[in-house]
């Protein structure tokens, strides 16, 4: 693939490192950036043939494939608006919207003109999601029942990111993103989000936007999927999952205490990892922090799906379902009041496809739950199928 890579700030040069990185074949081509200085700079760091200060230039160039949106939140549209004039793929980083409205029009423009819409939801992608992913739908771990995920640090790096105009809000819109797509893939994508309850708050920065904030999504399975975000969060970056199902439990950390942990007196001055705020006395570092991030199978995915001509497995709808979410949450937070999701184009199970199968002991009895004690004994809770009548059964 030959891409253009719209912006050449922090994410664009992750999105760099991991595209050049272990003799990938796919190559960025050129580079917009609003400074051609900054273009400039990039395209040398990355040995790019082109670089440019036009937008319109690098999405135009005749040999690009596929355009990458690494602009802050409030271009994204104004770029699918071009590569859909264009009839250029493109791949868009998350949030693909400020709000739902935002992302649903970009949806329909890559699919009236006909392009490839992929949503660049990096941690839906990493080794550790892929594999828990896969258990799940084997059955490893049972019906999903509460999906919970968590991303936290210390507040991002860019001016935009605290201008609720541009970035669309604070920690739910930043990183809210990423914990509700990856619950919502736990839970299924096909099971519809009702509703949503999140407390929010600005506990620590001079910003109108919420720095901290907990919520919780309904499905129509009866399942819950929660997010936990901060931007006030000390301690670097905390990342980490955990499934609750009836015949399991996954527990992701995939950041910080991963079980690399190294001290140093301070002597080099070395890169940690994104958002580690000390590089002097015990530190997490991470590995290879593109992989650990999930970019390459990201970015694999979504190639590969361009020229199968079938959907990525992120796409520009999971980031509209996405904003939808968040919606309800900024709602929700103003409210106080559990907020519903409002989907016009919902396109999973329309039914409410909750269904509890109880386990049976016998004939007349549901088996609540069987332990076995200290002295060796087995004891079973039942519950009468008919009288609802609960009793205890002991074995020795
Ligand atoms: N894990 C992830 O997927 C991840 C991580 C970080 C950021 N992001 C997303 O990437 C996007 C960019 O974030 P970033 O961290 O790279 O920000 P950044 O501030 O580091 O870089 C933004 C780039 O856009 C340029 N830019 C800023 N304002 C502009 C304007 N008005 N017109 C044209 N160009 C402008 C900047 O010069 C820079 O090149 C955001 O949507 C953010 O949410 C995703």
New binding site residues.
Partial sequence: MKIAML??????R?YAESLHAQRRTDRIITVY???LE?AKRFADDYKLQHHTDSMTQAINLAEVDVVLI????H??ESAVVECAKAKKHVIC???LGRNAKEAKRMLDMVEEAGIFGGY?E??CYTPKFLKSLENIKQGSIGRVLWAKSRETHPG???D?FWDKEKSGGGAII?LGC?CVEISRNFIGKNVKPLEVMCWADTQVHPIDAEDHAIGLVKYANGAIGQFEVSWAFRGGMDLRDEVMGTEGTIWVNSFLRTGFEMFTTGKGDGYVAEKAEVNKGWLFPVGDESHE?GYPHMFTDMFTAIEENREAQETFYDGYVVNAILDAAYKSAETKLWEPVILEDWRGDDVDSSKKDFASYDDEYYLIKEEILPNGDIKLILKHKISGEVIQKTTT
Avoid: E, M, Q, Y
């Fill in positions: 912006g050449s700030g922090f994410i664009a992750f950036s609003r400074s900054n690494a602009l802050p939140n271009l994204h980083t998350k949030p660049l990096d941690l991002p790096h860019s935009w930043d990423h991030l």
